[in-house]
């Protein structure tokens, strides 16, 4: 049997294309390998979002180059591939730069690899055209055993693309234009999950609240419809989403937290900065007060919510004062967990055209504030839950004999003294103790949360 090794880079998106190639490739009588010494075919499933990920992905070509040399030598093939956001912003060029590569194929054509691959053993192929085609609809579902191997919580990518074009990123042109699949396909894919012992959703998309997909009834969902349609899947317990937008959250979709005690008190909302002459030239489409006035209206549907966000420092001409309007609205609003990252000048994006680039030092400096002071936010928020009863989904074996670990409703890591739970069950915990990256507790009794 042939194998096959890949490895992603990036967001969630990218975890869950990988996951589809790897099963469309059984089918092609590939099985899949941890080690990629032992790979016939090497997949590397890229990130464009800011250049250092880009820039990983050339120097792991260089690995990869030695490798096939070495295998060569032995009278083995390995076919090179590099899928993701790279393969669409940088195509033949990846070709030109890393002589090992054989298939270059983009986030939307993916499903062409078996086709591509036969091809490659004649010429070097590039496969970047958004296709009119949709690729979910040439995708086969794994196996149930392939399912049930990955775990109680599981990705299911309802949207794809985005049409906001904020000035410094590069996914609208990566993944293309904004598209939701329809209402029939997600509830298919949902009930397989289910099915193969899945409790726990996380629907993604890049604007994954923009959604608005066909119905059944030909009419258009948003996701808070489609939440409650998830919510009565038998044995979805737990429903989560990711990534949002603030122009996005709308009354359906706040409603939800309140009705729903599938969807989860956790919410990742990118605010980006607190500054609004920044958040204009960002193209964000909303100031700071509009954002702290949602999460008021959130917290209110939910008050238990968990916030959670991602911010850019240094973007183009960012003044002191600026950053310091990012710090203040951290301070008003506090989040539980955060991404913090340094702006990176990105081909083609209309920031990078900004003359007034912040010097690397004051990014630097800035970062280290910023997340100095997120850092202290999710201690207070983790120490916070210590004392507290929650329930927790256990997802596997914990770090020591005798041990379980699972996720909190706001998606701390959780670890319990357990030896008489299943991987997949709902328990009441209390929590004793909070760790830097993980929860302790104890076990009291069985979950209040109930699968549909
Ligand atoms: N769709 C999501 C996020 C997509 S990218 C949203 O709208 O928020 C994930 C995060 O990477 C972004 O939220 C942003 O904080 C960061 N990011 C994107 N482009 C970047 C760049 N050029 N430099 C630094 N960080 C960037
Ligand atoms: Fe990028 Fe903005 Fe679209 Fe998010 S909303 S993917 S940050 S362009
Ligand atoms: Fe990266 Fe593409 Fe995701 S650029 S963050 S892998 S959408």
């Given at each position: 049997?042939?194998?096959?090794?890949?490895?992603?880079?990036?967001?969630q998106?990218?975890?869950?294309?990988?996951?589809?190639?790897?099963?469309?490739?059984?089918?092609e009588?590939?099985?899949?390998?941890?080690a990629?010494?032992?790979?016939?075919?090497?997949?590397?499933?890229?990130?464009h979002?800011?250049?250092?990920a880009?820039?990983?992905?050339?120097?792991e070509?260089?690995?990869v180059?030695?490798?096939?040399k070495?295998?060569?030598?032995?009278?083995?093939?390995?076919?090179?591939?590099?899928?993701?956001c790279?393969?669409?912003?940088?195509?033949?060029?990846?070709?030109?730069?890393?002589?090992?590569?054989?298939?270059?194929?983009?986030?939307?054509?993916?499903?062409?690899?078996?086709?591509?691959?036969n091809?490659?053993?004649?010429?070097?192929?590039?496969?970047?055209?958004?296709?009119?085609?949709?690729?979910?609809?040439?995708?086969?579902?794994?196996?149930?055993?392939?399912?049930?191997?990955?775990?109680?919580?599981?990705?299911?990518?309802?949207?794809e693309?985005c049409?906001?074009?904020?000035?410094?990123?590069?996914?609208?042109?990566?993944?293309?234009?904004?598209?939701?699949?329809?209402?029939?396909k997600?509830?298919?894919?949902?009930?397989?999950?289910?099915?193969?012992?899945?409790?726990?959703?996380?629907?993604?998309g890049?604007?994954?609240?923009?959604?608005?997909?066909?119905?059944?009834?030909?009419?258009v969902?948003?996701?808070?419809?489609?939440?409650?349609?998830?919510?009565?899947?038998?044995?979805?317990?737990?429903?989560?989403?990711?990534?949002?937008?603030?122009?996005?959250?709308?009354d359906?979709?706040?409603?939800?937290h309140?009705?729903?005690?599938?969807?989860?008190?956790?919410?990742?909302?990118?605010?980006?900065s607190?500054?609004?002459r920044?958040?204009?030239?960002?193209?964000?489409?909303?100031?700071?007060?509009?954002?702290?006035?949602?999460?008021?209206?959130?917290?209110?549907?939910?008050?238990?919510?968990?916030?959670?966000?991602?911010?850019?420092?240094?973007?183009?001409g960012?003044?002191?004062?600026?950053?310091?309007?990012?710090?203040?609205?951290?301070?008003?609003?506090?989040?539980?967990?955060?991404?913090?990252?340094?702006?990176?000048?990105?081909?083609?994006?209309?920031?990078?055209?900004?003359?007034?680039q912040?010097?690397?030092?004051?990014?630097?400096?800035?970062?280290?504030?910023?997340?100095?002071?997120?850092?202290?936010?999710?201690?207070?928020?983790?120490?916070?839950?210590?004392?507290?009863?929650?329930?927790?989904?256990?997802?596997?074996?914990?770090?020591?004999?005798?041990?379980?670990?699972?996720?909190s409703?706001?998606?701390?890591?959780?670890?319990?003294?357990?030896?008489?739970?299943?991987?997949?069950?709902?328990?009441?915990?209390?929590?004793?103790?909070?760790?830097s990256?993980?929860?302790?507790?104890?076990?009291?009794?069985?979950?209040?949360?109930?699968?549909?």
């Amino acid at each position: 049997m042939k194998k096959v090794f890949v490895k992603s880079y990036g967001c969630q998106m990218n975890v869950y294309d990988a996951e589809r190639m790897a099963d469309m490739l059984a089918t092609e009588g590939y099985s899949e390998t941890k080690a990629m010494e032992e790979a016939d075919l090497v997949i590397l499933n890229t990130c464009h979002i800011r250049e250092k990920a880009a820039e990983k992905v050339y120097s792991e070509l260089g690995r990869v180059r030695e490798l096939k040399k070495e295998r060569e030598a032995s009278g083995q093939e390995t076919k090179v591939v590099v899928a993701g956001c790279v393969a669409q912003a940088e195509g033949k060029e990846i070709l030109r730069r890393a002589p090992a590569v054989d298939v270059v194929v983009g986030p939307q054509n993916y499903h062409n690899l078996p086709a591509l691959l036969n091809k490659s053993r004649s010429e070097r192929v590039v496969d970047t055209e958004f296709p009119i085609e949709d690729k979910f609809d040439h995708l086969p579902a794994p196996s149930k055993a392939r399912t049930r191997s990955r775990g109680v919580s599981a990705f299911l990518t309802i949207q794809e693309g985005c049409d906001k074009f904020c000035t410094f990123c590069v996914v609208p042109y990566t993944r293309g234009a904004e598209v939701s699949r329809p209402v029939a396909k997600i509830l298919d894919e949902a009930l397989r999950l289910a099915d193969a012992g899945v409790r726990e959703l996380t629907l993604i998309g890049q604007n994954v609240n923009a959604y608005h997909g066909e119905g059944p009834d030909g009419s258009v969902w948003s996701l808070g419809r489609l939440l409650h349609r998830l919510a009565e899947v038998p044995g979805i317990a737990r429903l989560r989403y990711t990534t949002s937008h603030p122009r996005d959250m709308d009354d359906e979709l706040i409603a939800a937290h309140r009705d729903l005690p599938a969807v989860m008190p956790y919410l990742h909302l990118p605010v980006q900065s607190g500054s609004d002459r920044i958040l204009d030239v960002m193209n964000r489409k909303h100031t700071g007060d509009e954002y702290r006035r949602l999460i008021e209206r959130i917290r209110k549907a939910q008050p238990r919510l968990a916030l959670s966000s991602d911010f850019i420092v240094g973007f183009p001409g960012e003044t002191d004062a600026e950053f310091e309007e990012t710090m203040r609205l951290v301070a008003d609003v506090g989040f539980a967990s955060s991404f913090s990252f340094k702006y990176s000048p990105r081909p083609g994006t209309p920031a990078a055209e900004i003359d007034a680039q912040v010097p690397e030092p004051v990014k630097a400096e800035r970062l280290a504030r910023l997340q100095n002071l997120l850092e202290i936010q999710r201690q207070a928020f983790n120490h916070g839950t210590v004392g507290q009863t929650l329930d927790v989904l256990l997802e596997k074996p914990g770090r020591h004999p005798g041990q379980m670990a699972g996720k909190s409703p706001y998606l701390q890591a959780v670890q319990i003294e357990t030896d008489r739970h299943a991987v997949g069950e709902i328990v009441t915990v209390r929590i004793t103790q909070a760790g830097s990256n993980s929860l302790f507790g104890e076990w009291v009794g069985p979950g209040s949360q109930v699968a549909a």
